[in-house]
């Protein structure tokens, strides 16, 4: 069990551009969450698969994100055409099965968006 | 009204005090309770769950739900300086999504 990682660590680009982050889950989880986290708040929720279905999406992942978790191993978050307020630390979390409280958290990846 | 509501503090204590973080709730759904503890510039990581309402204990920590009152605490007991960091109480709602608070800052002064 080496845990949930994130890559990369921190990434910093200009407005407009598009960048996209990794999570690989712990090995043999099921469940696989995106959240977002802005200074001073905690975790929200933006998505998550099972497997490789993606089951749910929050209102905040406006059109211009998407994330895809092929062969429901690895997932990647794409945003596009970024903008100065998606400027966050996105966390990747994984479950062994639903119904889990026990969400495992990545690192995260820190976006700043000049 | 947010979900989970939680004083972002910060809270300084001395090392060896009893820190109380308390949280509110209003989401009726929440069967799972959970206490995640974040240092900077890191993920969160879980410290304690509790199902439904009652007391959990795990070393110095203890955990607390009163459903009727929608209330959630969290007792450190002989704090200690690396206890420093955010934590962040949290409800498990139906769908599986953790719905968190906003996270206390505590400082352990030595």
């Known amino acids: 069990d080496t845990g949930v990682s994130q890559n990369p660590r921190h990434k910093i680009t200009k407005r407009g551009q598009n960048v996209t982050f990794r999570c690989d889950p712990i090995?043999?989880?099921?469940?696989l969450y995106w959240y977002r986290q802005t200074l001073g708040q905690g975790p929200e929720f933006l998505t998550y698969f099972q497997n490789e279905a993606q089951l749910e999406k929050s209102r905040l992942l406006s059109d211009r994100f998407s994330a895809e978790r092929p062969k429901g191993s690895f997932s990647t978050l794409e945003i596009q055409r970024t903008e100065q307020g998606d400027s966050a630390m996105y966390l990747c979390?994984?479950?062994?099965?639903?119904?889990?409280?026990?969400?495992?958290f990545g690192p995260g990846t820190r976006l700043t968006v000049t | 009204q947010k979900e989970v509501e939680q004083d972002p503090g910060p809270l300084s204590v001395p090392e060896g005090a009893i820190v109380s973080l308390n949280c509110t709730y209003s989401n009726s759904a929440f069967q799972y309770f959970m206490w995640y503890r974040q240092y900077s510039r890191k993920g969160p990581e879980l410290l304690m769950y509790?199902?439904?309402?009652g007391n959990k204990e795990d070393g110095r920590f203890t955990a607390q739900v009163d459903k009727s009152s929608k209330y959630i605490s969290l007792f450190i007991r002989d704090s200690q300086p690396s206890d420093s960091a955010t934590y962040l109480c949290?409800?498990?709602?139906?769908?599986?999504?953790?719905?968190f608070g906003k996270g206390t800052r505590l400082h352990i002064l030595p």
């Open positions: 949290a409800g498990l709602d139906r769908d599986d999504k953790i719905i």
């Open positions: 090995s043999e989880h099921n469940r």
């Open positions: 979390a994984s479950s062994r099965a639903a119904g889990s409280y026990e969400q495992y």
């Open positions: 509790t199902y439904s309402s």
